[in-house]
């Protein structure tokens, strides 16, 4: 009850300050800023004490006070804090990055690989058959013939399958968990926002071919193939960078967390590489190449650093969602969440068998992989720039899709990870602790 007269009287204050002195311009989207904070922090307690996530609060905070409910957010005003979200990206990639463990990506890579491909082969399928079947009520499918029909349903397929490294950082940051099952759903997660982004180039380029479409300004074949290569040296660089900086001093590793990603992600941009695998990369060799268990104390503190960032990160994800669509659209986005969801789990499960996991690792695998977020909504944006005409109905579509998606596999996730007893760190090993103990002032002096 404290947080809901703490949001209420939030929400006051913002309308008695608008009436009392209206202003715009930067002055109100600092203001807005510090409130969306406040508010949805506030939402993600009064969520946990439902036993949701807490994301799921900062979310519906987002929906509530966004520009399509109380319009305290106005469309400006989340257009010009979306320099918080590209750091929210950048800093979700580096410490996805540095969650791998090369030990163990060496001794369970086949493992993922299977596991990865089964389950993106088995959606795409599934949601490409759905689209098929219920073509004459889907607006950019109904009445072409059966040529557009496939390359749309294809394109449509390759950004639906696409996992969400955002919610599955932020629900393993907030909830601390450790084990089989968050290790796996993490690098399944990893593996298929790679292989989900090569699958999309290829079917975009399969539909440019059978439907042309006059689009301008859309990247060439050899600048996607760079976006997506070049992410690896340009990461391997700015990886190397930071472990040169950590072999010189680990002090102050929270402000050079930030200052670090802000680099790498400006390096991205630069270099024109794709700034989450970019990170990602980064983040793998600073983790696995630096000295001392220095790399583990780095992620510690950009895992600190991010924890506030993801507040208003999915605070604004919240406010995008437009509930008119989602109110009209619902009848045809329920049956494919639903398609997407049965497929998750039959390709998991198959994916699992065929990779030889044990059942309490792959049976609660499949409701990791639910969510959506990020990656899908920047991909949507790539189809529908590519097809000014259906391209509208396509983007609609799927974001309604992707908030339904985002809001249940946050749910879904957690129970996961409760049902596999590893929220708070149960089930870890010891190689996070033995780390920690090495880079402490002591063990170095030693």
Same mark, same amino acid.
Not at 236 to 248: D, F, K, N, P, S
């Given at each position: ?109 086949? @493992? ?8 993106? *082969? ?80 290829? *079917?975009?380029?399969?539909?440019? *071919?059978?439907?042309? @479409?006059? *689009? ?88 600190? @650093? ?55 690792? @792959? ?84």
């Amino acid at each position: 009850m404290r947080r809901v007269i703490i949001l209420i009287l939030l929400l006051g204050l913002m309308q008695l300050i608008a009436l009392a002195a209206p202003f715009g311009g930067a002055g109100r989207t600092i203001l807005v800023f510090g409130f969306l904070i406040l508010a949805a922090y506030s939402a993600g307690e009064l969520a946990e004490n439902f036993h949701l996530p807490k994301i799921v609060g900062y979310l519906v905070a987002g929906v509530v006070f966004g520009p399509h409910a109380t319009s305290v957010v106005r469309p400006s005003e989340a257009l010009d804090l979306q320099p918080v979200g590209d750091l929210a990206i950048a800093l979700i990639a580096f410490i996805a990055g540095a969650e791998l463990d090369l030990a163990e990506l060496r001794r369970r890579g086949v @493992s993922l690989l299977k596991v990865t491909g089964t389950e993106l *082969a088995v959606t795409f399928v599934a949601i490409f058959t759905a689209l098929v079947l219920m073509r004459p009520w889907i607006p950019f499918l109904a009445g072409y013939n059966w040529i557009v029909v496939s390359a749309f349903a294809g394109l449509f397929a390759s950004v639906a399958i696409v996992h969400s490294p955002a919610v599955t950082i932020a629900l393993l940051t907030e909830t601390k968990a450790q084990g089989p099952v968050a290790r796996t759903t993490l690098g399944v997660v990893l593996v298929a926002d790679v292989a989900v982004v090569l699958l999309f180039s290829v *079917a975009l380029s399969v539909a440019r *071919a059978l439907v042309p @479409s006059g *689009a301008k300004g859309v990247g060439s074949l050899g600048a996607t193939a760079w976006e997506i290569g070049g992410a690896f040296p340009v990461g391997l660089l700015i990886g190397l960078a930071i472990v040169i900086y950590l072999r010189l001093t680990t002090s102050d590793l929270f402000l050079f967390a930030i200052l670090a990603t802000f680099f790498g992600l400006e390096v991205a941009r630069l270099m024109h590489t794709e700034p989450l695998l970019t990170l990602l990369v980064a983040g793998f060799i600073a983790k696995n190449f630096s000295r001392h268990g220095s790399g583990v104390l780095l992620r510690e503190a950009m895992e600190r @650093s991010a924890a506030p960032v993801f507040v208003i990160f999915f605070a604004l994800a919240g406010s995008k969602i437009e509930l008119p669509d989602l109110a009209r659209l619902w009848p045809l986005v329920l049956p494919i969440a639903l398609v997407r969801a049965g497929a998750i789990r039959f390709g998991t499960r198959l994916g699992a068998r065929w990779a030889r996991l044990s059942a309490a690792e @792959s049976r609660p695998l499949w409701m990791g992989l639910i969510s959506q977020a990020g990656v899908a909504i920047g991909l949507v944006t790539v189809a529908s720039a590519s097809y000014p005409a259906a391209g509208g109905e396509m983007r609609t579509l799927l974001l309604t899709l992707i908030a339904m998606n985002e809001t249940v596999g946050a749910v879904l996730f957690r129970r996961a990870l409760l049902k596999a007893g590893e929220v708070g760190g149960e089930g870890a090993g010891g190689m996070e602790e033995a780390a920690l103990q090495a880079a402490s002032p002591r063990s170095q002096a030693v």
